[in-house]
């Protein structure tokens, strides 16, 4: 298997962010939107360390999340259906 | 006394009009989200498919946020596996395929100890040996997959696993290489460093 540099590069910036207990895909979906809520004041108290840090450690959910940001920016606070 | 309602009570109780509604919204956060991704046909599907899953999913609602935004990020997950799984056959289709080398047999995937003799000077180097000698077949072939692009759903159908296990195969890789350029003598500030002067 033969990785070009620029994937090794890659590939060492993931292993530096490395955390030894990290949350997988589903429970960053799982908390993902209220995550997204708490953006505006910064989402800084200590609640989303771990869901920072797995968007440090994968694209995809780094993509889905930037997708959603797009979306609520998008329609200013519209409501579905739904419990409020 | 009537005790309120929880958020997973108030998620099940959508009427026929709700559902509707509920859907138009969906629409409205795909086009916004993933614009241009998807023809008004294949939307409809898309739609379709992400209300199932927020009507599915509606019992693992937390009400941690609001359930608008839950429904959004449920749909959005949704819709992205879809695109996800399209980019896949698409390269495969056009000879595209990244992936140069199959993982081999679970059966007989040998696990190396995580410590590796590695030289302690060159970093790119000593990542590479450590690649070769601390992490499994199955592991070599997963970092590679998701280095060049290849989506999660992708190579977990390759690997015959789902994507939480190929998230642990993963982490579990970049836990040994990371105990491997300890053990050479790589600290978490010499990583830093070296990730720094590669990008100049």
Not at chain 2, 58 to 75: L, N, P
Not at chain 2, 132 to 139: A, K, P, V
Not at chain 2, 157 to 172: F, M
């Amino acid at each position: 298997m033969n990785l070009r540099n620029d994937e090794l590069e890659r590939l060492l910036q993931l292993v530096h962010d490395t955390a030894d207990q990290e949350i997988d895909c589903d429970e960053f979906h799982a908390r993902v939107a209220a995550y997204v809520e708490a953006l505006p004041a910064g989402a800084g108290d200590g609640r989303f360390v771990r869901l920072r840090q797995h968007l440090s450690v994968c694209p995809e959910c780094a993509e889905d999340l930037e997708a959603l940001r797009r979306a609520l920016d998008g329609l200013g606070g519209e409501e579905s259906p739904g419990p409020r | 006394m009537t005790e309120s309602p929880t958020p997973q009570d108030s998620a099940r109780d959508l009427g026929s009009d709700d559902l509707v509604r509920l859907g138009d919204y969906l629409r409205r956060v795909l086009v916004r989200a993933l614009p241009g991704r998807f023809s008004s046909t294949d939307l409809d599907d898309v739609v379709q498919e992400a209300l199932a899953r927020v009507l599915a999913g509606r019992s693992s609602f937390r009400g941690e946020s609001r359930f608008s935004t839950w429904a959004a990020s449920v749909a959005i997950r949704s819709a992205q596996t879809e695109l996800r799984r399209r980019r896949s056959r698409e390269d495969r289709t056009r000879g595209l395929e990244a992936l140069d080398f199959e993982p081999g047999p679970a059966i007989e995937d040998r696990t190396p100890e995580p410590v590796a003799i590695l030289e302690g000077e060159d970093l790119l180097g000593d990542l590479r040996e450590a690649i070769r000698s601390c992490l499994s077949d199955r592991q070599r072939f997963a970092i590679m997959a998701e280095l060049r692009g290849i989506p999660t759903v992708t190579i977990a159908e390759r690997l015959g696993t789902n994507q939480n296990a190929l998230y642990k195969l993963v982490h579990d890789a970049r836990k040994r290489l990371k105990a491997a350029l300890v053990a050479a003598g790589h600290d978490e500030d010499s990583i830093s460093a070296g990730i720094r002067r590669n990008e100049r």
